[in-house]
């Protein structure tokens, strides 16, 4: 609903806040499958990214870090 979307977290605090949980020392190869799956979770029931940095931008970032253009959109 519309009030979810307004008291949801950014998708900074919320990878943050679980990275946080996990230890600011744990290496991503560390991680276990639900931890994983936390965090996949976790930050797709954040607020939607674009909503806070220019799409465009967005998607320049995931080109010059992946090397490849996001296929329909930024999958986060």
């Known amino acids: 609903?519309?009030?979810?979307?307004?008291?949801?977290?950014?998708?900074?605090k919320e990878l943050a806040f679980i990275l946080g949980k996990f230890g600011w020392?744990?290496?991503f190869s560390d991680l276990t499958e639900e931890q994983v799956?936390?965090?996949?979770?976790?930050?797709q029931e954040?607020?939607?990214?674009?909503?806070?940095?220019?799409i465009g931008k967005l998607e320049d970032t995931y080109y010059k870090s992946?090397?490849?253009w996001p296929s329909t959109s930024i999958p986060f």
Do not use: C, H, W, Y
């Open 1 to 12: 609903t519309l009030s979810e979307v307004d008291t949801a977290p950014t998708p900074m």
């Open 25 to 27: 020392n744990t290496r």
């Open 37 to 43: 799956q936390t965090l996949i979770f976790g930050i």
């Open 46 to 54: 954040s607020k939607r990214l674009a909503a806070e940095i220019d």
């Open 66 to 68: 992946t090397g490849t």
